[in-house]
């Protein structure tokens, strides 16, 4: 993995995937750098599981499921303009605070699954990352699948307990491989553990 503005670092005595920025929820940081902990972070795990996500650094990214910020804290670190999509008033208000302090980052109060309530913001974007734990996660992917050219990618993480609690998870992944189909070529697939259990990660291309 060679992404300009992610490193690895030791803290603690420990090799950690690091980004450069303010700190965000209580990672250690040492000469400004900050640890980026795969165990609350999807996108994090896919690094440290070596999948070729295809970043680069300095990418345009459209984030859906911010939450409070842990993760797209660090994707704002090495991206260029990075817009984040999240649906619950509360941890928005903790991401207006994370935004404060990257000015290329844009929180949005959105639901995910209606893409045109923000189609008039964002702008084409290289990247979708996607990390939004609800049903119809591939409809979700489908959905925002308008705002990449041809090419571009998609770095998804399943939850299989979010599209049915009771479901065997391998059949769940299936299921949601099956609706990427619509927009997405698949290029890449691993599950998360022991980082992130029964959550399939996905690297995929717009067609
Ligand atoms: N990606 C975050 C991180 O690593 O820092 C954690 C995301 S958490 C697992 C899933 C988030 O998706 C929750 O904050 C939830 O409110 C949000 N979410 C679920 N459905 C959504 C939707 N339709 N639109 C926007 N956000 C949604």
Request: charged fraction near 30%; hydrophobic fraction near 45%; charge should be negative.
């Amino acid at each position: 993995m060679t992404i300009d503005g992610v490193t690895r670092r030791a803290f603690d005595g420990r090799d950690r995937l690091a980004t450069q920025g303010p700190p965000v929820y209580g990672e250690p940081t040492h000469d400004g750098w900050r640890a980026w902990d795969a165990r609350r972070s999807k996108l994090g795990a896919m690094l440290e599981k070596g999948m070729e996500t295809g970043l680069d650094g300095g990418e345009t990214v459209l984030y859906l499921g911010a939450a409070s910020g842990t993760t797209v804290s660090h994707v704002a670190d090495f991206a260029g303009p990075t817009y984040a999509v999240e649906f619950a008033a509360r941890p928005v208000r903790d991401l207006i605070a994370v935004a404060e302090a990257r000015e290329n980052l844009f929180p949005l109060l959105k639901d995910a699954r209606k893409p045109e309530t923000y189609a008039h913001v964002v702008e084409p974007v290289d990247v979708i990352v996607q990390d939004v734990a609800t049903r119809g996660q591939a409809r979700v992917a489908c959905a925002n699948a308008r705002f990449l050219d041809a090419g571009g990618r998609l770095l998804l993480a399943v939850k299989a307990r979010s599209e049915n609690v009771v479901a065997d998870p391998g059949e769940v992944f299936e299921g949601v491989l099956d609706g990427l189909a619509a927009e997405y070529d698949v290029l890449e697939t691993a599950r998360l553990e022991p980082f992130h259990d029964d959550h399939l990660a996905v690297v995929a291309e717009k067609r």
